[in-house]
């Protein structure tokens, strides 16, 4: 813990009933989200559902039409950005071509008048933390992609900044960049245990592995959050659920302590909906198994994919498709083959509402959750 770029600034973000609109339209609805001080909150969402707007609410680049931000106890709404004590990191590196990467970590020191000296020591400790001292001299084109993207998150953490906020730092990375990035990130949020993280998003891998908790947004809202397994185990709604994780969300009837489902029966471990209403189970593909057992289904297999380690199979049960992650089958079932799928009673959660336009549930990122 050498908290070299960690500072006195203030730390934690407050948004408070925050809504930002341009030109009469609302594309951050009154927003409530709280990180506390030395969190990682991610804010994970598909494209145009506000995150990146909020992430510049909290930088002072877009003015909230109501609302307030707080860093710390400070109410910084009415702050100008520099005056905010934050780093921030986006997308696209955004380093200056023209400087060495030294000069590229020292701007936001200069532009704030900090003494030569500090602002030495403040750089090597900023390229240190990101391991990239061994480049100070280097020009942004000499360096990877992965480089730029370290020497941008040490410019944005040599200003030691109270609050660090991430917009999709990842997402111009190839794949294997981006999990070595993802553990850097995760040990860098480590040597800096006082900085609050906001991190933009829209991968769920991302999100599931380095956030404390997770906010989900879609159109403009925030619709859920929680730690990441809060929101795996227990989505609060369809979209969480689809979103965070696969599912199976089938369309259920509520009984007395069951749920009917394709003219079937199912037993849940808990059904506080009142009976005769319709309703959505979501059951994650992992956790159904294939044979006879508690809450057996039986349809006809549609599509089988070898994905490595495991089978993924499709059954259509009654005119809906439920998938099944099984650990690899020796001998998978053949296309068209009747079989039976179980799930436990517990590992069904049973979510409010059904919305019949509801895409097919959404299996965004792929990767080790897909
Ligand atoms: N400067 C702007 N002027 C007009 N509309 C904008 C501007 N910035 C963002 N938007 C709109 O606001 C919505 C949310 O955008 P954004 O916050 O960037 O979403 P996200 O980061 O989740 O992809 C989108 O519909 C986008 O088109
Ligand atoms: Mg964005």
């Known amino acids: 813990m050498t908290g070299a770029a960690a500072g006195p600034a203030a730390s934690?973000?407050?948004?408070?009933?925050?809504?930002v609109a341009y030109g009469g339209n609302t594309v951050l609805d009154r927003l409530d989200l709280t990180v506390e001080p030395g969190e990682v909150m991610a804010l994970l969402g598909p494209s145009g559902s506000g995150k990146?707007?909020?992430?510049?609410?909290?930088?002072?680049f877009v003015r909230p039409a109501s609302g307030r931000v707080y860093l710390g106890d400070r109410d910084v709404t009415d702050l100008p950005p520099h005056?905010?004590?934050?780093?921030?990191?986006?997308?696209?590196y955004a380093l200056f071509p023209h400087m060495r990467v030294r000069?590229?970590?020292?701007?936001?020191?200069?532009?704030?008048?900090?003494h030569k000296t500090e602002t030495a020591t403040r750089v090597a400790d900023a390229l240190e933390l990101v391991g990239m001292s061994a480049y100070a001299?280097?020009?942004?084109?000499?360096?990877?992609?992965?480089?730029?993207?370290?020497?941008?998150?040490?410019?944005?953490?040599a200003v030691r900044p109270g609050v660090l906020l991430l917009d999709e730092p990842l997402s111009a990375l190839d794949a294997q960049l981006r999990?070595?990035?993802?553990?850097?990130l995760a040990r860098l949020h480590r040597e800096l245990p006082d900085v609050s993280i906001l991190y933009v998003t829209h991968d769920q891998v991302e999100a599931l592995t380095l956030a404390d908790r997770i906010a989900v947004m879609d159109q403009a809202r925030l619709q859920d959050c929680g730690t990441p397994q809060e929101l795996y185990r227990s989505p609060r709604t369809e979209f969480t659920a689809s979103f965070v994780g696969n599912a199976n969300l089938l369309p259920v009837t509520v009984g007395s302590g069951t749920v009917a489902f394709a003219g079937r029966d199912l037993e849940l471990f808990t059904t506080d909906a009142t009976a005769g209403a319709t309703a959505t189970l979501c059951v994650r593909p992992h956790l159904v198994g294939l044979g006879d057992g508690p809450n057996a289904l039986t349809g006809t297999v549609t599509e089988v994919q070898w994905r490595g380690s495991t089978h993924r199979l499709y059954v259509d049960i009654g005119g809906h498709r439920v998938k099944a992650d099984l650990r690899e089958l020796r001998e998978p079932p053949a296309l068209?083959?009747?079989?039976?799928?179980?799930?436990?009673?517990?590992?069904?959660?049973?979510?409010?509402?059904?919305?019949q336009s509801a895409p097919e549930a959404v299996t965004a990122t792929g990767g080790a959750h897909g």
Request: avoid cysteine; proline fraction near 3%; charged fraction near 25%.
């Open 12 to 19: 934690g973000i407050r948004f408070d009933r925050v809504s």
């Open 52 to 60: 990146t707007t909020a992430l510049r609410a909290v930088a002072g």
């Open 83 to 92: 005056r905010r004590g934050i780093g921030m990191v986006v997308q696209q």
């Open 103 to 114: 000069d590229n970590v020292a701007f936001g020191l200069k532009a704030r008048k900090v």
């Open 137 to 157: 001299t280097r020009y942004p084109r000499e360096l990877s992609g992965g480089q730029q993207q370290r020497v941008a998150i040490a410019r944005a953490l």
């Open 179 to 184: 999990s070595g990035m993802l553990a850097e």
């Open 336 to 355: 068209g083959q009747k079989v039976t799928l179980h799930f436990a009673p517990e590992d069904a959660v049973l979510l409010p509402a059904v919305d």
